[in-house]
């Protein structure tokens, strides 16, 4: 069951996990990307690498023009549905997290004082309303492209929910962590179909890819999964 | 060619086809009452378009003809001898996306109901196949798992209740990420065999290497009876030849809850969306009347017939078509040369507008018609509009079709009287 005629096409994410996903893929065995000075798309050992914006990642894999992808878990929790989540990559981490301009300790009563009428700015809405519906407030969750850490100080919003990596830029503009929603790490996601007519080929690259998770020692790692030729 | 000469062709197809195997076309009716719908399938109510009758009784658009045969099954056929062969082309009524208005579905189905052995669902996958086959579709798989031998499995693992719940979301979820934590809650068993239940959930095998699964499978005495059911369909697949079209997915979830033991799902290589799929529903006939093993499936002709598209394939020849025009008062002649045509096989029609010359032949070309014929004060003229014959239906909606082994695109016959400049 491998579409052997076809490369095999695996969506890759623009930005800050861009590096630490190709070295892991490198460490597995595939080919290197050379996707430099603005290419988006590049072939090389019968492997095709497209590179796009994280949340592009979903659709590409999704209409089944890319069979593999690699995005943050944040972009999944925003966009379920259409394709199988196959491994946690453990790269590219970082935090889904409440921020604002109070003081930790402060959070809690502000939020039972704000109650429904607290106002979060995000580019993760789904998630974030389900983070606060899960306590039992309905807030305002304004939809916003980037720079979220500008709204809370123009007083568009009290907080935000973003990604926090370093918390440096949270730092810079005064806000502080407030509140975890859900760790994010790098996941591949597959094509429903591709994971039927590649079977071989995603096995093999999910046995490589636990055996470099292994490697690295990351907890909770352990191989569940990886194809051995015991079973072929 | 357009969506509805697509969609017709195809059905016909289909229903030819079933009709060879001994099934018959039955219609039920565009409405269901909610009753029914909530009977039958737990989250279809959600998804029903709903309103009321004059009798303010709680109506829906069908959301599904599986219920709306088993209701048949109940009424109008309750006396007819078993196994029923039935089949449908409609469509099925379903909310768009969560928020939006009512969507229109094309499908085409059937179901087997009486039938409750592997006869039955091996028939069912064998139809399901035969179809796509003749159809012209080379690469498709069946991707099959069985509901029962999934929850016993489970069971069998020393799973407590809340893990096997996380377990099911997470296949329905497609989760594998979610199912390796929750896979880690089976308790009495090795490294080795959670590693191989994890498996056995998350990767397809052939069935020509089914052995593999027997093996897992092993380990989970409580497995036995719905993997034998289940190994028995898949010898019978064997023997009628669609070995080589099945997978094995123990780990298959469908979205309805009335399937009961074999499920299956249809796909294709680069289309999105399953085909269509069924399987084994043997607690449904019970909720409308007696109860009765039944089986069946459904194609979602829209994905159908996108993959024929894009395998660039077509069950039929297309008819030429050819546009027929008079003037000054030769009205008659133009009428006796399309039904003349018309009974050669091309698709004539007459102009009945006071388009001139270029007008007509832009108009022709426009439609994607073959030919034009002009009857003038100079004789008949024929002039070609397309450049080289269309046999897939090329652009433009005319031409239905006539099926391959009527020949190949007919040639038009020539006017009589003198051939005019091609253009």
Redesign the interface.
Known sequence: ?N?GSQPMTIALPKGRMNVEVQGMLRDAGLPAADLYGGRLLVETDGVRYLLARPSDVVTYV???VADLGITGKDILMEN?????????LQVGRCSLAVAGPMPADSWPAFLVDRGDRLRVATKHPRASRDFFAGMGVSPAVIGLGGALELAPQVGLTDVIVDLVQTGRTLQANGLEYLEEIAPSTA?LIA???S???R?DQV?SLLAELRRVLKKNGVPGS??????TDA?? | MNETAWRRRVERRLADRWQTWGYREVSPPVWAPWDDVALGAADLPLEAWKFLDPQGRLLTLRPDNTLALARLAATDLVAEPRPLRLYYRNDVFRRLGGTGGVEAVPQAGLELIGGGDARADAEVLALATESLVDLGLGEFRLSVGHVDLLRRVLEGAGMPPSARVAVMAALQDRDHVALEKAVAAAQGVTAEQRAELFRCLTMPVRAGEREVVARWLEKWPGGRQSWADLEAVLSLAGLYGLEGYILIEPGLVLDLDYYSGLVFEISVPGLARPLGGGGRYDGLLGRFGAAEPATGFAFELMELIAAMRAGDISPGVRRPTCLVAACNGRQQEAWMEARRLREVGVEAEVDASDRSREELIEYGRRRGMDTLRLFTDDGPEEIALSTGSHPEGGPGDGGATVDAGAGGAAMIPTARGKRGKAE
């Open positions: 069951m579409n999704r209409e089944g379920p549905g259409g394709y199988y989540e196959l491994v946690d996941r094509h429903p179909v994971l039927r007519f079977t096995d352990a191989p569940l999964g990886g194809g079973h072929r």
